[in-house]
């Protein structure tokens, strides 16, 4: 089981977490693009139950390609996100991987939404690749 910590850009927020990833992947779908920022995010999924948060988060309701609920949850002050949650995989939540303390050992083999990839990002031939979120 790895063992996970991270937070906030202020330190509001704080997570800990014990538990194997489910997965390690990229997202390129625009919603992460705005949310993050920047071309994708890079998202670890583990069971809903494995993490603990402390701190206040804020929650963003949206809807995904699915027309499901997505809960977007980020920092109030600093606004860095923090998990999502999706209608879809109701036992999963995706932590935002750049919250993490310690990301050395990310190594994502997953890519979906590529039909949204900026163009000038290279996506490696060893990743799984989805033109979508796969079924």
Known sequence: MRE???GCLCGQVHYSAHADPAMVAVCHC??????AGTAFAVVVAI???AI???GQLKTFH????S????????CPECGSPITSNFAVNPELTFISAGTLDDTSWLDPKLHVY???AQHWIAIPETSQKFAKMPG
Request: contains cysteine.
């Open 4 to 6: 996970m910590s991270g």
């Open 114 to 116: 590529c039909d949204s």
């Open 62 to 65: 949206d809807t995904g390609d």
């Open 47 to 49: 069971p809903k139950s």
């Open 52 to 54: 603990s948060i402390q």
């Open 67 to 74: 027309g499901r609920p997505i809960e977007r949850n980020f």
């Open 30 to 35: 625009k919603k992460c693009q705005k949310q």
